[in-house]
């Protein structure tokens, strides 16, 4: 697919916003690697191909293992995740999809199980700005495969 137009280009101000906001994300205290999966299962459901490329090109670079990374869409019926993380990632798929159950009382008790109250916010701040990059990525079709990343250290 061919790009549609360079959005940064056309609203730069709106997307420096959008990455003041990433940049608060990456410094809420919340380990690299739990937004790195959180991050590529949103846009795997949101069917982003250039966050996906994107993400899980930076969780490798930052030392994710590609087994889970693999089974990232079937995280439930596999062992490779800790608590935290699936709490995480059930949290993920109910904040990025939210018109089945709006966020179910279960999903949130679980959640907070894992999370303190500003952990929580911090992460569902993460969820919704993920969602807002995949939205803009599908809409102007970013090129995945173009993207590559900076060396980090994993959490």
Known sequence: MAIRLDYAKAFPDGVHAILGVEKAVRGSGLEPSLLELVKTRASQMNGCAFCIDMH??????????????????AWRETP?????????????????????????????????????????????VAIAQINTWNRIAIAFRAEPGTYQPKAQAMA
Request: charged letters at 30%.
């Open 80 to 124: 490779f995740f800790t608590p935290r993380e699936r709490a995480a990632l059930a949290w993920t798929e109910a904040i990025t999809n939210v018109q089945p159950g709006h966020a179910s009382d279960e999903e949130y008790e679980a959640a907070r199980k894992h999370f303190d109250e500003t952990e929580l916010v911090r992460l569902t």
């Open 56 to 73: 899980t090109k930076d969780a490798r670079a930052a030392g994710e293992t590609e087994q889970r990374l693999y089974a990232l869409p």
